[in-house]
């Protein structure tokens, strides 16, 4: 795979001169495009091998294009507040909005590589953390980010040359340190575990690029024109998303949901009610208190029909707890800012540190709810979904977070019941809107959707909970018990 | 001060229970009024005597009130990241939006009490932190917000018990640390100094208000019924921010401006230039590597007329800088997020951490030219400007912030004829519009506000540079040099 980037390519100083201005005109100008047309982001990942000029690189392309419009991320060790999250959040808060380019400096093939390396991790685990990856980079290509994954090379010969230059210089002596020799030594091992990686996450929409770091007129000429092409290509719809849309799944044949075999004869009184109600806030309060729940972090769904009691059930569980310790998130429709991520992007900005709740009322689900029966996105768009949630939730479980969700469903009858309770009732908060009205004469397509997300977005990690909710003060109990249920086994 | 809050004020469980449920209603329809105005945001600050219920007053509001639409902050010790900017920043980043409430256990307030209490600061010192606390406040007030501050207060006696019985119950038990039994210890000292504190901070428009603590009944009731009262008079417009307006400012009779003195006749050729670029951005490359750097930060800010040449500025230097170590962040009219708070919040969003650069390309200075100009804000709201743009920089500056300003001049004639060579210049991204016209008209009007903001914003700690541009060579290397000396000098 690098054989080609070993030939010693090179440029010479008259054909460099030559080329320049004109590429970075070209540069400019596709930038202003990007920008004018703010329709998608451009993510750039500079890797490779140490000493190959990554640095110098992305200097250059800051100097040849607008650095206003580029935002750099070194991605060095993760901070302590970064630790307390799921490796990729950090990832997500450094990701460019449309309209703009975001270089990386260290990616997500950093950690793992190197971890092979230092033999922390098995090389299955590499394979895993690859597979991440390449579904990573595929919901961003089918949001329409255009990525580019730059990998200089240096054959070992001309890496421990450049690094003894360095050393002899003393303006870039700083750069070279225990670490950088430490992984010269290890070149070979870095060598065939980078192709593994590099191999298998070279996809069609987002291949890696090789380029040989020798020269830096060669390394700078073959980016920039790469960046240039590409970018151009893409504006000039030469080449949309290439990835093909997936075909539009048949609705099951019989239509037997989960939900539709509810039974909501469920009673309770407020007499037990108010017994099981300390006895479950009391049980969740002792358990966020110990202290091994500093190592986990709780996320809560709350989704359900309109007037199903998603508000009061949030009161029961938020009144057991610190209010120190949680945050409610309440999902509406995204704003200007949030156009301008993937959808998921509001939701991690939001996701618990260690130790935290996060509550959201209403989430990631609305895209498999009011986006796809009110048609705001394609069904293209919400069919990916579900394996995008799926994997997100994923990665929140797999670094300690428990991911609770509640589907609180209630008969058509209730629901009708309730909205004309809440037409006659004396607070504002309550009045039912025009859109109340809407969303109920689409029952039967809201049916269908809740069914088949609650089919195919309850995993072994993150199961849906559906609550009967006709009866409030069984829902509430439900709800509660299930928390401190899945709390407990975590802990 | 304190002495009505001794009285033991209580309210038996009767009137209690006969209160509660009327007044939970009220919250939250006039919580409910408060997002749908989304006119101001609610700040609530909770403070006062270890063990007078702090905690379960947080507790009660957000079972009271709608939880999803307050943001509880525990501003505890300072993270390393928040260390690493202004002791600002952390509130600044917590501050709610229009519409929403935030409630703030600790605040701006504990740090200086506990400092001196503590005897780490001197009593004048803690009367600059209060005079800056209601410099912050007041910038709250005039954009709206209202302010809540409540102390609980507890006797010497109480507080003693109080702690004592949260000692005795094991579910309690953990909330009294070595730190509370200390600050016991210190009861007088810390009675005395935060009267003090309090005092000095009890202003018409965000008085203190002191509540017992006593009893839970009486505290949570009169805390419930003072929120209510206040957000009620505002949303109905019975008080709007109580704030005198500024009388406007006469423009000085002179109108002998900085800039109307301005030398233009600089002259650079293209050969000093480079010589004199390859040196200063070499000093400035080797400034910024030198440890003492790590210690600082370094806030650039741009402004100047159209074309003056302020994107070419920048390159020259970013040129000398690692791309990891500055952020550029271009400003345009605000997005939705950013108009639902102050207008400085997207700017304190956007400061460095120490080590590090921010260039601003054009800056919080729109208040006083754009929005000055075109009327996008009331003249009270510019002319507050003034004094809160001096505080911001000086609290960036104390805490190690080089703020370096540029204003890049340049003739009516030479804007002219730049404008007509973009006119027909191939690049996209310099094309002229009507926007650029339009401003040049409005010459005048923008010189009379750029000349009032430079005299009045221009501190010993952050002074405006105003650099001759109509030779670009020269501008960039006058520009190169500044931040050179400053960044020496700071270091």
């Given at each position: ?25 070209a540069l400019?100008d596709v930038q202003h495009d990007l920008r004018e047309s703010g329709k998608f982001q451009v ?55 449309r309209g703009?380019i ?38 961003f290509l089918d949001e329409g980010a255009l990525i580019l ?55 069609p929409d987002a ?19 790469e960046i240039l092409s590409a970018l151009r290509r893409r504006l000039d719809g030469g080449e949309q998303s290439a990835v093909p849309k ?132 394609s069904?293209a ?111």
């Open positions: 795979m690098f054989e080609s980037a070993e030939l010693g390519q090179e440029i010479n100083k008259t054909d460099y001169e030559k080329e320049v201005p004109e590429l970075r005109e400019l993510i750039i990942l500079i890797g490779g091998v140490d000493g190959a000029g990554k640095s110098e690189t992305v200097k250059i392309l800051n100097e040849w294009m607008d650095p206003r419009f580029i935002e750099t991320n070194a991605m060095g060790a993760a901070t302590e507040e970064e630790l307390a999250h799921p490796p990729m959040w950090r990832f997500w808060r450094a990701l460019p909005p703009k975001g270089i990386f400096f260290g990616s997500w093939y950093t950690e793992p590589i190197v971890n092979m390396v230092y033999g922390t991790i098995k090389s299955r685990d590499l394979d895993r953390a690859m597979e991440g990856v390449i579904r990573f980079e595929r919901m994954k730059f990998w200089l090379h240096l054959s070992k010969d001309v890496q421990k040359k450049r690094l003894e230059k360095l050393e002899q210089n003393p303006e870039t002596r700083w750069r070279v340190t225990e670490t950088e020799w430490t992984h010269f030594k290890l070149y070979d091992k870095f060598r065939k575990i980078s192709e593994r990686a590099l191999m298998h996450t070279s996809t291949p890696w690029i090789i380029v040989e770091g020798t020269d830096p007129r060669y390394r700078y000429l073959t980016i920039g024109k997936p075909a539009p799944a048949l609705p099951p044949v019989d239509e037997k949901f989960q939900l539709k075999s509810l039974d909501f004869s469920q009673n309770m009184t407020k007499k037990e009610y108010d017994k099981e109600l300390e006895k479950y806030q009391r049980k969740l309060n002792l358990l966020v208190r110990s202290r091994k729940f500093r190592k986990i972090s709780a996320i809560l769904v709350f989704e359900g029909s309109d007037a199903a009691g998603k508000g009061g059930a949030v009161r029961r569980v938020t009144g057991a707890l610190d209010p120190r310790s949680y945050r409610i998130i309440p999902i509406a429709a995204p704003t200007e800012e949030e156009k301008l991520h993937p959808y998921l992007w509001r939701f991690w900005r939001n996701i618990p540190r260690n130790g935290n709740f996060t509550i959201f009322d209403r989430s990631w689900y609305g895209r498999l709810l009011v986006e796809r029966v009110e048609g705001f996105c069904p768009d919400w069919m990916r979904a579900y394996g995008e949630i799926n994997d997100f939730e994923e990665q929140l479980a797999r670094s300690g977070g428990v991911v609770i969700k509640f589907w609180l469903s209630i008969t058509k009858d209730e629901q009708l019941k309730r909205f004309r309770e809440r037409e006659v009732t004396g607070f504002k908060r309550f009045k039912i809107t025009e859109e109340d009205w809407r969303n109920r004469k689409r029952w039967n397509k809201y049916e269908l959707a809740i069914g088949e997300m609650i089919d195919r977005t309850s995993t072994d990690t993150a199961p849906w909970t559906v609550v009967e909710a006709n009866n409030k003060y069984y829902a509430r109990i439900k709800i509660l018990k299930e928390i401190c249920e899945r709390i407990e086994a975590a802990m």
